[in-house]
């Protein structure tokens, strides 16, 4: 008993098998019970003509397979065939209107009206062939045909492609036909307006960084916006072109992920800091780019391996940023995320066309999808470098800052006074204008330091550098020349300088410092100025002799300013 279960069961199956193989089309019937007709979901069959020199009447002797309206068939099938029966149950004659969805990509569509195995009409598209095609709008082929109360049809269309099969068959009334024809291109034209939207993006980036890789990246968008437009109908739907007659400008299938290995190099500087993975992307570049070249010649050959080689190329790219993120590049990780996505949608992409999965939003526009999750992780990758650029930038003006600049009171220091006043100098002799140095010292500082402690007499010098930074203008230069020493180079006549001293003194004087014990501390400075003429450009020469005038401020009894005259 237990050995006839198996063979009851085979039995069965085979049964079964040999049923459907004698009714193909019992499950492909479209019952229309009553109006509004607006069937985008239904059974259908199909059938591949190997040999794409059947005729019609071969054809309808033929075995089709069940199948969904929605279909994908992959490379292998440059000519199919679809066959709907369709009956109206409903009580009125219906006007109905079949929708090829996809025909904007194809080379050649035809629909056959039967009856009881007779043909009635039939319509035949050109679609490689310029001019004005009938019935074709925007991308969609339409075929009308009436039906009248409890009539039986049955309805043929014949695809010829280019490369890959995918089609999608819809069945209307005549107003969700007009309905359909509005709303037929909304999702691509999302799709194409957010990669412009990145283009005007990476244009104002460029115009920031003034980097290679934001060419890179705007051909990246300008390949991926036209493949998109050409293999979702934009271009058919808003401009009446189809991609029969910008047949080459799918070349861009190829050109579009050489620019995103391009720009991968530049990004992590792979020539120069990754030598293994440089040669991994290069390998792949090389084979894309003789793709795009062949295919300048024979498109249609060129496209057939396009599926394989997008497997390739996402294989190795995904192992490159691997290994760039183990080795702790800080832009891998980004570069992995956006990546993946687009390796993910682009592997639903790729099993749509080959015709191993079903059709549906997200299988058959997974490329387009990719391509934009993928172009918003470049920008930001972009805007990411450009930021770390900045922020490397930035740190470097301010070592450069921390270099020339006296830590305790923030003026500059001995050595780029120096430099900055070469500078000006040059500019005064250029303008015929005078300038004037000024040397200032802290009178008793020893004693400050001895009596209250180096903390008191820092912040003595501290509150000094204060009162020359608030005399000081915009065009003076002033240093900590030493200790507690000071510098100016002002540009001014003598007079003009005497009177800034005289303020910096006055100021000074004024100045009361507490210590922690309530104490206060008072400090003088003593300052001597010295003209520097424009036919002199010895500053060291004129420090020398505004140093001989702070030596007679101090004979003089400090807390003054004096001059050599």
Not at 103 to 109: D, G, T
Not at 427 to 437: C, D, F, H, P, T
Not at 467 to 493: H, M, S, W
Not at 509 to 516: A, F, H, P, S, W
Request: net charge neutral; proline share 2%; charged share 20%.
């Amino acid at each position: 008993m237990k050995n006839r279960v198996p063979f009851v069961l085979i039995f069965f199956l085979l049964s079964l098998a040999i049923n459907l193989q004698a009714q193909p089309d019992s499950h492909t019937s479209v019952n229309i019970k009553a109006p509004p007709v607006n069937l985008t979901q239904f059974q259908m069959s199909y059938f591949i003509d190997t040999s794409q020199e059947m005729t019609f009447e071969q054809i309808q002797k033929q075995p089709f397979i069940p199948s969904k309206n929605e279909i994908t068939l992959g490379p292998n099938a440059k000519t199919a065939w679809s066959k709907i029966i369709i009956t109206n149950d409903s009580t009125q004659t219906l006007r109905l209107f079949l929708h090829n969805s996809d025909a904007y990509h194809l080379q050649r569509i035809d629909f056959y009206e039967t009856k009881q195995g007779k043909l009635l009409n039939q319509t035949n598209i050109e679609l490689d062939k310029s001019g004005h095609k009938a019935d074709i709008f925007g991308g969609s082929a339409i075929f009308s045909f009436m039906l009248a109360a409890g009539e039986k049809k049955t309805i043929y269309s014949k695809s010829v492609t280019f490369s890959h099969q995918w089609y999608s068959l819809e069945l209307y009334d005549e107003e969700h036909s007009k309905r359909a024809l509005v709303s037929s291109s909304n999702y691509t034209a999302l799709l194409v307006g957010m990669m412009l939207a990145l283009m005007i993006y990476n244009f104002f980036l460029y115009l920031s960084a003034r980097k290679v890789e934001n060419i890179v990246y705007a051909l990246y968008l300008i390949s991926g916006t036209i493949w998109v437009a050409l293999s979702y109908g934009l271009a058919a739907n808003f401009f009446g072109i189809f991609s029969a007659e910008i047949l080459q400008f799918n070349s861009t299938l190829y050109s579009m992920p050489s620019f995103l290995i391009i720009f991968m190099m530049l990004i992590f500087e792979t020539k120069k800091r990754h030598p293994k993975e440089h040669i991994a992307l290069s390998i792949i570049l090389t084979i894309l780019a003789a793709e795009f070249i062949y295919s300048l010649f024979d498109l249609v050959s060129a496209l057939k391996p396009a599926s394989s080689l997008a497997a390739l190329m996402m294989t190795i790219t995904l192992g490159v940023l691997i290994s760039l993120w183990r080795k702790r590049d800080p832009l891998a990780k980004y570069f992995f995320l956006g990546h993946s996505m687009f390796i993910l949608f682009n592997m639903l992409a790729v099993l749509y066309y080959k015709g191993l999965t079903e059709s549906n939003q997200i299988n058959s526009h997974g490329v387009g999808i990719g391509i934009l999750l993928e172009a918003l992780m470049m920008a930001f990758i972009l805007s990411y470098r450009i930021k770390a650029l900045e922020s490397i930038k930035s740190a470097q003006v301010e070592l450069k800052k921390l270099a020339d600049t006296d830590p305790l009171t923030k003026l500059y220091n001995r050595r780029y006074f120096e430099k900055a006043s070469s500078q000006l100098i040059t500019k005064s002799q250029i303008a015929n204008a005078e300038l004037s140095v000024i040397i200032a010292d802290l009178d008793y500082f020893k004693a400050i330091n001895d009596t209250y402690g180096h903390h008191i007499g820092d912040q003595v010098i501290i509150e000094f550098a204060k009162i020359i930074t608030k005399q000081q203008r915009p065009n003076d230069i002033a240093c900590r020349y030493g200790g507690e020493e000071f510098l100016l180079l002002v540009n001014c006549n003598l007079e003009a300088a005497k009177n800034i001293a005289q303020r910096i003194r006055s100021e000074a004087e004024k100045t009361i410092l507490k210590t922690q014990k309530n104490e206060e501390i008072r400090f003088t400075v003593s300052l001597g100025v010295h003209p520097l003429f424009c036919e002199d450009d010895n500053i060291l020469e004129a420090i020398a002799l505004a140093d001989q005038a702070l030596y007679n401020a101090k004979n003089q009894g400090r807390n003054c300013v004096a001059t050599l005259s």
